[in-house]
Nanobody, 127 residues
């Protein structure tokens, strides 16, 4: 059974940090790019960051709002991907999802290309 399980969400103050984790199982993790997405109430799901099958700089992408504040990484030995979020802002409040895409060439934050999705973890940032 394919599973993606997010954890690490919660309540943070503006300027604070959270580290999200995505635990994967049931598919060959090493062959999949992993993306992080978020969805705020009343808004469409949007991409945050993604990482290809290896974590070289050429295989990592951040949306503009995440650059300089968020860091994505993966541990293929543990089948996990992390999203370190620093200097959080109230507008970062959303449900955060990880997703997996079979792709050996890089990664993208287009939701429609992803094969598997987690259930999400809530991040709330107070001002």
């Amino acid at each position: 059974e394919v599973q993606l399980v997010e954890s690490g969400g919660g309540l943070a103050q503006a300027g604070g940090s959270l580290r999200l984790s995505c635990a994967a199982s049931g598919f060959p993790f090493d062959d999949y790019a992993i993306g992080w997405f978020r969805q705020a109430p009343g808004k469409e799901r949007e991409g945050v960051s993604c990482i290809g099958v290896s974590d070289g700089d050429e295989n990592i992408f951040y949306e503009n709002f995440a650059k300089g504040r968020f860091t994505i990484s993966r541990d293929n030995a543990e089948n996990r991907v992390y999203l370190q979020m620093n200097n959080l802002k109230p507008e970062d409040t959303a449900t955060y999802y990880c997703a997996a895409e079979r792709d050996n060439l890089g990664c993208t934050v287009i939701p429609g290309v992803y094969d598997y999705w987690g259930q999400g973890t809530q991040v709330t940032v107070s001002s």
